[in-house]
Structure formats: C-alpha cells, structure tokens
C-alpha cells in the first residue's frame, strides 16, 4: 500500500477514535482531520470541495431554519399538552403518546430537533404529575431513531443515502422503509408499556390538574403559526414531488426556508439562522473531506474489493453483512461518520460488478438509524436528551440506558432482517 494510502488510513483512525472518546468537539475534530487530509497533499482542495455534499448540508440548513421559526410560535408545547390531555392524564398513555408524536415528528423533522423540542414539555408534564421522567425520555430516543427511519429527511444517515444516490426518492424511502418502520414500532410500544408502567403511578388529583390546563396559551403567535404551518406543510408535499420536477432535496428544503424568511420579514432572519445547528453542520463537512482521502487513495476500492470477496457477491450475504454490521457499529459510535464511510464503499461494489445494490442501500439504512437505540451514544439524539436529562437533575447513565436500549436494538434489527430477506432477497 502506497505512503498516502497509509498515512490517510492514519489520520481517519486517529480522528474516528478522538471522536468516539468525546474529549474534543467532535465538529473541531472533524474539521481538523479534514484539514489535515488537504494540508498533507492527500487530497486536493478542489477536489476535496468536490467530495463535500452541499445537497446534505442544503437539505439540514433548510429544515433547521424552517423547524426553528415553528418553534417560536409554542406549536409543539401545544401538541404535546394537548396528547397528555387526550390520555387522561394517565401516565402510561402519555407516555405511549408522546413516544408516538416523537417518532411521527422524527419521520418529517431532523432527530436531534425533534428532540430538542419535545424534552422540555415532557418535563413540564412529568413534574406536572410527580412521576419519574427517564421512563418517558428513553422511550422517546428509541421512538426518535425508529421512527426516523422511514423517510429521506428523518435521520443524516438517510439524508446522506438519498443525496449519494439520486434514484432513492423521498417516496422511494417511504415506500421502501415506512413499512417496517411500522412493524418495528408495533412491537416495540407494547414492551415501553411492560418496562415502564409500575413505575409512573401517580395521584387522581394530580391527573385532574393536567387536565385543567389549557394548551392553548403556549401558541404565542397566530399569524406566524398560519405562516409557518403553511410553509412546512408546503415543504413536505414538494419532497413528494420533487422528482417529478427535477429538483434536489435541498433546493426544496432551502425554497420552503426562504418563502418563510420572506413572510415572516427581516425581524426574524437573524433568529432563525441562530437556530441553525452550524455545529453539525460543519461537522458534516468535515467528515466529507475526511473521507474523500480514503477515496482518492483507493482505500475505500480495497474494503468494497475485500468484502464482496468475503461474501463472494452474494446478495444475501452481503445485504446481512451491512445491515448488522450498520447497527453494531451505529450503537457505539455516532452512525453519520460510519456512514459517510459505508457509501463510497457501496458505490465501490457496485463498480465490481454487484449489480442490484438497492438491498444494500435500504441495509445501510436501516443497519445505521436503527442501530442508534443500541446505546446512549449510538446517536446524537441520544446524547442530546441524556444532557438535557442531566440539567434537569435526572442523569440518564449508560448501562441504565443500555438495558433497555440494546435488547430493543436486536429486536428491530432483528424484523429488519427479515423485511430485507422476503422483500428483496426472496
């Protein structure tokens, strides 16, 4: 193997570990590592810019601003206020609700905004009722990741697949993944309720005082409510559409941003780009050229060359080679850079003569969301809500979460398994 060769290999090893290890940013790690790849003569920097997907980066900016500007109108407190009033108050039902919203929220919403977003009025609504809040937070990281899944704009991993390969559409996703995201989760649900429901009782008195309030006081603002809703709305039909009329996911995403900009005036353009998660999104640029030297030294072609040897092309083997090997290494380390890895390498197979790679995207996939659940830190969504858990005084610990999260993991990815075989294999 060539000295570049050796020396990309060197630099990806190092900052893959300081990543895992969380001593460092992991943005500040990534861009660094990045860097390295075009200072050291490893890649080119135009080349380098080439191998960065603006169309994933186009895709998050867009919804990050669209989702922040929804934010500020009190439309989600008001959602999740108005389930836990629909439940009766009963704590199980709430929990069971709130893990669903969460799941439907991550589907059309990027996972650590969904989060973000539904931690604070869970909390709001446990202290409300005196119960114990982990129950209801772990439950909605698994429900995050799960339901994720089943769209092109749920989860980065998706995002980063859909943007790589331009025939999987957003109703390509749907249609391919919503299905057993399903499954997934009707079996899931019904163990939260076995795991959890001894240990949020609560009071009828306290009951009662949920139901007096009145969810309508968290929407702030109307007019932006009407605009905002109207704009996402909007948004979500064009990613339907957005094949028929040529266009990439970004220009939709970025389109429904600004027609939002535009109506809600100049007074909120700092807010929202404020909201922006430049943090990731840098991130993810750095992770772009990190890779692309693995690419231009050939070592990506050696992995795809030595795997398709490993399984000998076979489709089977190989769509079950990625899909658990997606999820093993999706719950100890965060699954964007893993994945970021496996798509070249794909692409790669697919150059040797694998000439259905359609089973091993939808693996990769659902290997790489779904395998988040497997730990506290198999994702960011996972570590956002530990943190915010932590704030509030109720530290989620990692072997806490791993007892319920792993065995979940196996399950999913388990019915995963068998959705891949009788849909593509069969």
């Given at each position: ?340 890895t496996m798509i070249p390498l794909i692409q790669e197979m697919g150059r040797m003569g694998v000439s259905d790679l ?64 009788l849909r593509y294999l069969l």
């Amino acid at each position: 193997m060539e000295q570049q060769a050796i020396l990309a290999i060197g630099i990806f090893l190092v900052i893959y570990a300081l990543i895992i290890t969380e001593k460092i940013h992991r943005t500040i790690v990534a861009m660094i590592g990045g860097i390295l790849m075009v200072v050291l003569g490893i890649v080119d920097q135009e080349v380098a810019l080439h191998h960065i997907d603006f169309n994933t980066l186009g895709l998050l900016v867009g919804m990050m601003i669209i989702v922040g500007v929804t934010a500020e109108t009190g439309l989600f407190t008001y959602i999740a206020i108005w389930a836990a009033k629909k439940a009766k108050g009963e704590p199980v039902r709430i929990m069971v609700l709130l893990a669903l919203i969460t799941a439907v929220g991550s589907a059309f919403l990027d996972n650590v905004t969904t989060v973000l977003l539904m931690v604070p009025v869970t909390f709001s609504i446990t202290k409300q009722l005196r119960v114990q809040p982990l129950p209801f937070l772990i439950t909605q990281i698994v429900a995050c990741n799960i339901g994720g899944t089943a769209t092109l704009i749920g989860d980065p991993p998706n995002i980063m697949i859909g943007s790589a390969v331009k025939e999987l559409t957003f109703m390509a996703f749907i249609n391919n993944l919503a299905p057993v995201v399903l499954i997934i989760l009707a079996a899931t649900v019904p163990l939260f309720i076995l795991m959890f429901r001894k240990q949020i009782q609560t009071t009828p008195e306290l009951k009662q005082s949920l139901m007096e309030i009145d969810e309508k006081q968290f929407i702030t603002d109307r007019t932006l409510l009407i605009k905002s809703a109207s704009v996402l709305v909007l948004t979500i039909f064009g990613f339907f559409l957005h094949q028929a009329f040529h266009l990439e996911s970004a220009t939709v995403a970025l389109t429904g941003a600004f027609l939002l900009l535009l109506l809600t005036g100049e007074h909120m353009l700092e807010k929202a780009l404020v909201k922006v998660e430049w943090t990731t999104i840098f991130f993810f640029v750095g992770l772009f050229v990190l890779v692309s030297g693995l690419i231009e030294t050939g070592v990506i072609a050696k992995l795809a060359e030595q795997a398709i040897h490993l399984t000998g092309g076979d489709k089977f083997a190989t769509s079950m080679l990625i899909l658990w090997l997606s999820a093993i290494a999706s719950a100890f380390v965060d699954n964007i850079p893993f994945v970021a890895t496996m798509i070249p390498l794909i692409q790669e197979m697919g150059r040797m003569g694998v000439s259905d790679l359609e089973p091993l995207w939808w693996s990769l996939a659902l290997g790489a969301c779904l395998g988040g659940n497997g730990t506290l830190i198999g994702a960011s969504a996972n570590l956002i809500v530990a943190g915010l858990s932590g704030k509030e005084g109720h530290p989620i610990s990692f072997v806490r979460y791993l007892k319920v999260g792993f065995p979940l993991m196996l399950l999913s990815v388990v019915i995963a398994s068998i959705y891949v075989y009788l849909r593509y294999l069969l």
